[in-house]
């Protein structure tokens, strides 16, 4: 038997687009006489939908469309595919795999365990399966499964959240091959999670694991798709490339195939570097242009090391000839940062602009000063950041570039940003990177090009707004070495400020940060849409109350 | 038996500050000899807590401050409160009430209807309980149970939403007197709806009902309160005001008690009028401020009808003196704007400053047009809106004022509002009210006030940006009543364009009203809270994609 596994990058709610391009690889699949091919989970509706799936009349459509255009499509090949399911158009909504052959659906296969953690709300949409049933193809029996199926072995989770374990039922009727159709958003260290998961499943039952992960971004959230075959021994046989498309081939035969291949990996080879988050941060930014309609994007050049990041990777996914940098020195900008915006433009072959907003700032002190003197407040401060909004955001409605917002996560932690200034855009390509990590990507993008593409001056100068003279971001703010840490183990790890002190780190400092994370609140509930990279990113997966006080001497907030 | 019902409102992770509370509401009843004193679901930590759940050390910190400081004071009097509960500190959270004799946690009821739709999440946080026993209250057998636990009756509902029917297991127990702590929040026609099913309830298992409510707003939730009893026969006996604190008696025999206050109420009299939205928003306003820290604020008058409704609420809910209104007329202002916005400011007794955006426009037209004449595109009219925007912030950032946004759920809706411009500021006070709904508000706000408190002149001008020469609304927009109406079904509805044209509305208009509502998607996720009134407001209970498209000749986004 030869299993082709369908790699896919859908859009989320265009049953048309996604339909056809699942027949196309339907087609392609047939002509290398596979047996059967595997679709991700929600396939036909993309990955999440979100409260389309409130509506009726998508669900229909969704039905609808399978009958009429996929079946007709799906003989002489097996199809697994994913999508919403209500029995008889009615009835509680179950996520669920459709099992096709010559064109009927044999089975459905409904998601036993729903997550409803981080950024996923599964159980404000579907009900869970109840019952857990092997498919038979070609006489093996086929374990199918949803994702978070496979996730509650017992033998490898330390805490189970699930007192059901499909895979374990499945394996105890006699399955010999694991299937799992999945949507599983990336995060750093997510590839090395299922590796070793999958590996020990496959081990334990004896049973082959075919792995078919989403591939592409939605909003904040990137898929790397990253489909695996296991060999019963847990040995990965052959693997997708992770961030793109693919339409990948494993014989059931798994050992054979390795042999053939000569893929056998260890598990050693997936510590994820760098190049990782390059490549999803290139595939989230790519597909959120794409999938809204935009191909060229526009962002202010500071001088700094964010914006110089972020023009690098829009760079390298769209091209340079569709980057505009804007370059908008206050009277308070070092003649340095406007250099190094320059000499980041020119090396990355951006088209660049060079935009003083001086006479804008003039004309508001003149306005609302009294005597037309600056004070050098956070008012003014600010100002200067909107006024710089102000000008990206013309040219954007003007010309059709998206902006692109440049603030890292420890920035947006800390409140260390000015609403409706920097904060303007259509998408936050670093939200999700602690300073320190941006730090490394820098390095990474130099070392990839052999050569100092983010000038030197700017991975070295001491980080600063340059909203007023001689401000840096320490005058305010720890180092961000222990900035980073201390956000690491609020925001990602659940600790609140006595825990954090204890671990030896200075108390007022721990209480000043976490003040300022609470504080801010209100900023990051209006900023765009942010790239996911770490377990735990602002956006739908950290929802935190704006108006409230988490009292006692440790965080006592709004006073 | 005398029972006091203790409508709080409580903040959000504010320990000290609710248990506090509580202690002082336990002390007022016992001086009262009430024998029972019920707080509403999650009292100890405000409602909803978010993710302030998922830290492990703050649901310590809540069962520590119970035992430390509020069962001490507990005595005389039994007590039954809501928290988050933990057996022995590890384990699955629970939404649990605690039932306390004499400073003693006798035992604890946890919720076992979890809702997961809408803006709510519990499911997120929360395992649902396992099993429903009475409490034993000085030989009355008390049915204890948790705001959604009393939603599932199958006689009520057509539809039930769960398996399981908490109040039927523990009637079926013997339950004589139904008890259930709720945090529900407010939206128009909710007391009615609430005051039908529980006189139902109370009739069908001819027990009396006590609902105690929480009270306040909270972000963009906004909780009446309206705690009630209602006698066996489903006769309200008593009831708390709406949108405030109270401490409530009630005797558990009712109909006696509802003879002394002939307090007996028909359910005719719960049809809500415009006077629950001004009250509401006026609770939702005012708890926003105090719980953020902030006594004053700001807004821009335009001379229209959103700003000036919000104006009227605002100098209702923090005084006159607390209010100021920019007017910033630009070239293309009406001379009857600037005016109409001076007689409003007058009438409301607020203050006012006249600032002209004509000099910072004119320079950034110097800095960004070609030979500096205006084009009075796109560009040119959201930069109009944005200076506003930074004037306003500039001001809020010097002086401390929250920045109020005007602008109604109908022009979020289709994204006739400008981000960072009218959209900036700290809350949104009408965003969830439809254009029709605010048009109504002003009158009853006139209505009220027995004088054009807000002139005729602005309730009857044609809506208009004002950003360009002669622009109305209706220019690229539907009249508002029949807009009104199409958003009413895609929003509230979740209706699909071809289903809204079967209803009768032209389907050009209809496509291009739905394809303005999706497009529109990524402004409304940068827009400030805004306080809920509908059943479904757009926030935490509207999740949808930015990057989709949803697809058929029906719906056809961002091409």
Redesign the interface.
């Known amino acids: 038997m030869y299993i082709a596994i369908a790699q896919i990058n859908p859009?989320?709610?265009?049953?048309?687009?996604n339909i056809r391009k699942m027949i196309d690889y339907i087609r392609r699949a047939r002509d290398e006489k596979a047996d059967l091919i595997v679709f991700p989970e929600m396939s036909v509706t993309?990955y999440?939908?979100?409260?389309?799936l409130?509506?009726?009349?998508?669900i229909r459509?969704t039905h609808n469309i399978i009958e009429t255009e996929l079946q007709p499509e799906a003989y002489g090949i097996s199809v697994i595919l994913g999508a919403p399911w209500q029995e008889e158009g009615k009835g509680p909504l179950l996520n669920s795999a459709l099992f096709l052959q010559e064109g009927r659906v044999v089975s459905v296969h409904h998601k036993v365990l729903l997550p409803?953690?981080d950024v996923f709300?599964e159980?404000?949409y579907f009900m869970p399966g109840n019952q857990c049933f092997l498919v038979d193809l070609h006489g093996k029996k086929v374990a199918l499964t949803i994702c978070e199926d496979i996730w509650n072995d017992k033998d490898y989770f330390e805490r189970n959240r699930y007192s059901r374990n499909p895979v374990e039922e499945l394996c105890q009727q006699g399955g010999e091959l694991i299937v799992n159709i999945s949507a599983s958003p990336y995060h750093l260290g997510k590839l090395e999670e299922r590796v070793h998961m999958l590996s020990s499943l496959s081990r334990k039952y004896g049973a082959g694991v075919i792995y078919v992960n989403q591939v592409g971004?939605?909003?904040e959230l990137i898929f790397d798709g990253s489909s695996m075959a296991f060999s019963p021994q847990g040995e990965i046989v052959n693997r997708a490339r992770p961030f793109g498309e693919e339409l990948l081939y494993i014989g059931d035969d798994f050992v054979s195939l390795s042999h053939q291949t000569g893929k056998v990996e260890t598990t050693e080879e997936f510590e994820e570097d760098m190049g990782w988050v390059y490549a999803a941060l290139k595939l989230g930014l790519g597909?959120?242009l794409a999938?809204?309609?935009f191909h060229k994007v526009a962002l202010g050049l500071s001088g700094g090391i964010d914006s110089a990041v972020v023009a690098a990777i829009a760079v390298d996914t769209v091209g340079p000839e569709n980057v505009l940098g804007l370059i908008m020195p206050s009277p308070y900008s070092s003649q340095h940062s406007k250099k190094d915006a320059e000499h980041l433009g020119k090396n990355l072959g951006m088209q660049t602009r060079l935009?003083?907003i001086e006479?804008?700032f003039?004309?508001?002190i003149?306005?609302?000063n009294e005597n037309g003197e600056p004070?050098m407040?956070?008012?003014?401060e600010?100002?200067q950041a909107?006024?710089r909004?102000?000008?990206l955001?013309?040219?954007s409605?003007?010309e059709g570039w998206m902006v692109l917002s440049p603030g890292n996560k420890s920035e947006l932690a800390v409140g260390y940003t000015t609403?409706?200034g920097d904060m303007?855009g259509?998408v936050a390509v670093l939200a999700d990177l602690p300073k320190m990590m941006v730090y490394s990507l820098a390095n990474y993008i130099n070392r990839q090009a052999c050569t100092d593409i983010i000038p030197q001056s700017i991975l070295h100068k001491v980080p600063s707004a340059e909203l007023r003279p001689n401000q840096t971001d320490q005058d305010s703010l720890p180092p961000y070495e222990i900035l980073d840490e201390i956000l690491y183990y609020y925001i990602e790890k659940?600790?609140?400020a006595?825990?954090i002190t204890a671990m030896g780190y200075n108390a007022d400092m721990v209480h000043d940060v976490i003040r300022k994370v609470d504080r801010a609140e209100?900023k990051r509930?209006?900023?765009?849409?942010g790239l996911r990279i770490t377990c735990r990113a602002f956006g739908?997966g950290?929802?935190?109350?704006?108006?409230?006080?988490?009292?006692?001497l440790d965080i006592d907030t709004?006073?």
């Open positions: 859009t989320v709610g265009d049953l048309q687009g993309g999440p939908p979100r409260d389309l409130l509506y009726p009349e998508f459509r409803n953690y709300d159980k404000r971004g939605n909003d597909d959120y999938k809204n309609g935009i003083s006479t804008p003039e004309a508001y003149n306005l609302l004070l407040d956070l008012a003014e600010n100002l909107r006024i909004g102000n000008i955001m013309y040219i409605n003007r609403l409706y303007c259509g659940n600790k609140l006595s825990e209100y509930q209006q900023a765009p849409p739908t950290h929802r935190k109350p704006i108006s409230k006080k988490v009292s006692g709004k006073k």
